[in-house]
């Protein structure tokens, strides 16, 4: 069965850093692309930053471009988005995915961010 795991969400300040992690099990996505998407309550799931296999590619949201930084083990089986310079607006549940055939496919349960002012 396939899993993804986030962890390392939480609640910190304005201009804090955190690094989420999203580890899979299940199968190896070693030969897929990988991505983060986040969700706040009323709104769709928005794109935030995507990965491929080898980490020769990244592409950011404009909102989170220069903050946040998409990276990825392949020995680990393991996305990381390092996010800095934290403000309120990044409050939201973030969800890493797992790309197959050209779409994002396989979905994690998501980890809180609260950022406070």
């Known amino acids: 069965q396939v899993q993804l795991v986030e962890s390392g969400g939480g609640l910190v300040q304005a201009g804090a850093s955190l690094r989420l992690s999203c580890a899979a099990s299940g199968r190896t996505f070693s030969s897929n692309a990988m991505g983060w998407f986040r969700q706040t309550p009323g709104k769709e799931r928005e794109f935030v930053a995507s990965?491929?296999?080898?980490?020769?590619?990244?592409v950011y949201a404009d909102s989170v471009k220069g903050r946040f930084t998409i990276s990825r083990d392949n020995v680990k089986n393991t996305v990381y988005l390092q996010m800095n310079s934290l403000k309120p607006e990044d409050t939201a549940g973030y969800f890493c995915?797992?790309?197959?055939?050209?779409?994002?496919?396989?979905w994690g349960q998501g980890t809180q961010v609260t950022v406070s002012s």
């Open positions: 990965i491929t296999w080898n980490g020769g590619i990244t």
């Open positions: 995915a797992a790309e197959s055939s050209g779409r994002f496919v396989y």
